[in-house]
């Protein structure tokens, strides 16, 4: 057993995932926390912030210190690194951690140093990235370091990467920013432009989750949702279909879509055949959006399917990445400062 912790952790906009290597996925938590306006100290982290969104009083602000999957609030970032180590790790450890994180493919040099940065303040020994793509196939099972093109389009809460990869190293990557929270801002305007009602992020997201999709379904479903009148200013609740929340998504939607064929055109000849023969892996949480598959698909005419663990598979194939990490290294998928 090794001495020293290695930990990937999945800091995503939404969700941060950490795993634990010889342990597996330790914490699923939304990237949400909750300070004391007046002294900076942090009350809570993950899911206890979660249900403070939208609910705390003046003295205390729950924030998304992420935003377009990188940090947004750098010293906010820190803390919940600090509690994430701590709670992994201990408070009390003698040897700091070995700490692999996944960032979009298409974040800057300065984004990328600002989160080896705050992993190193908040106490890891040694601090590196690795793109999420890559990351998402491993998790996904894909083979990788075979001469053959596989394509993965990873959907999160703030981006969606979109990548060709061969040989163990990513050969054509896209990020989008614009994801599962753009999904949620376009019921969140479906609602306030059609209902006079006004709903908070939770509450958009639970839309999406229960009666979202980007395919007709059979047969279409309803639900109730709680919110705010504008005009009475009190509250009020209103039945909505999944038919009317899907043309509501059709504009994000579109855009993934439009970004997959750019991709695909730029893509070299060979691997595009390879991608025709082994089909587009959905990964992430915004793949689970019901129908975006035979959509994709559609689109396409390449199959599409969604990996079995969509959800997980960046953090499952960080924690694999740090158990072949000289293999990974030496494909150039890990950066350092």
């Not at 995503?12 to 290597?21: K, M, P, Q, Y």
């Not at 730029?266 to 089909?279: M, Q």
Request: hydrophobic share 45%; net charge negative.
């Amino acid at each position: 057993m090794k001495l020293v912790p290695e930990i990937g952790i999945d800091l995503g906009t939404a969700n941060i995932l950490v795993f634990r290597r010889g342990k597996g996925v330790v914490l699923n938590e939304p990237t949400v926390v909750a300070i004391a306006a007046n002294t900076g100290k942090v009350l809570a982290v993950g899911n206890e912030a979660r249900d403070m969104l939208g609910r705390t009083p003046g003295n205390i602000v729950a924030i998304r210190p992420l935003k377009d999957g990188v940090i947004a609030d750098y010293t906010t970032t820190l803390k919940m690194l600090e509690y994430i180590l701590d709670k992994v790790c201990g408070k009390r450890r003698i040897f700091h951690p070995k700490v692999l994180i996944c960032v979009p493919s298409g974040v800057t040099n300065v984004e990328r140093r600002a989160v080896i940065l705050a992993a190193k303040e908040a106490g890891a020994g040694e601090a590196m990235t690795i793109e999420e793509p890559m990351a998402a196939a491993i998790g996904a099972g894909l083979p990788i370091a075979s001469p053959g093109g596989n394509m993965v389009v990873d959907i999160g809460g703030g981006t969606t990467d979109i990548a060709v990869i061969s040989l163990g190293g990513i050969v054509l990557s896209h990020s989008l920013r614009l994801a599962g929270n753009k999904m949620d801002e376009a019921i969140i305007r479906h609602i306030r432009n059609t209902y006079n009602l006004m709903i908070g992020e939770p509450t958009a997201e639970e839309i999406k989750i229960k009666i979202g999709s980007a395919w007709p379904l059979e047969p279409e479903v309803r639900m109730e949702v709680r919110g705010r009148d504008l005009v009475a200013g009190l509250p009020k609740t209103v039945e909505v279909s999944s038919h009317e929340i899907r043309d509501a998504l059709v504009e994000p939607v579109r855009q993934i879509a439009e970004k997959l064929c750019q991709v695909l055109e730029e893509t070299p000849p060979e691997l595009g055949s390879d991608i025709i023969e082994r089909g587009i892996t959905l990964t992430g949480g915004g793949a689970l959006l019901r129908g975006l598959d035979r959509l994709l698909s559609s689109v396409t005419d390449i199959p599409v399917h969604v990996a079995d663990n969509a959800l997980g598979c960046v953090v499952v194939g960080t924690g694999r990445a740090l158990e072949e990490y000289e293999a990974i290294r030496a494909s150039g998928a890990v950066s350092t400062i």
